[in-house]
């Protein structure tokens, strides 16, 4: 499949995982994931859990240099899940993140899936995250997926 081109001139396209700009940002995910969650809190996927058949990934590029991820899990039972959004630092604050997440949601919708989940933290390293998902609809709400439901862990549904 091909990538989408949007006017601030991103491409947003699959990823295969391959690249070393996207294996970087992803380790620069997991990296702030721990810094910021207490310990048994982290729930971010690593380089071989976002290679599973049943997760789909896309990349934000500018030229040759990505500015952001973001993942779809796809439950059997026609859920689906976001998981490994990151945008770079370089690139913060230029609509990425809205732009993959769009890209996921355009992507169960067009699955039929009944309802996008997400598992995220709290305190301020997560603010821009919650803030960008209830910008998009998102909604606080119950535990999903066997996910601990811990003070830390806040649990967001849209559904489609």
Request: aromatic share 8%; proline share 7%; charged share 25%.
């Amino acid at each position: 499949m091909r990538g989408v081109s949007d006017a601030a001139g991103f491409d947003i396209r699959p990823d295969d995982l391959s690249g070393e700009a996207t294996r970087d940002l992803l380790r620069l995910h997991l990296q702030a994931a721990r810094a910021n969650s207490p310990p048994g809190s982290v729930f971010a996927l690593d380089l071989s859990g976002l290679k599973r058949p049943d997760i789909l990934v896309w990349s934000a590029w500018r030229g040759d240099r990505v500015a952001g991820i973001g993942a779809l899990r796809i439950d059997p039972g026609l859920y689906g899940e976001v998981k490994s959004m990151r945008t770079h630092p370089d690139f913060l604050r230029c609509g990425i993140a809205g732009m993959i997440l769009a890209r996921i949601v355009a992507e169960a919708r067009a699955r039929g899936l009944a309802r996008l989940s997400l598992e995220t933290g709290t305190g301020p390293a997560f603010e821009p995250a919650l803030a960008l998902y209830r910008r998009h609809g998102f909604a606080d709400g119950e535990s999903f997926a066997g996910y601990p439901d811990t003070p830390f862990s806040r649990f967001l549904h849209l559904p489609l």
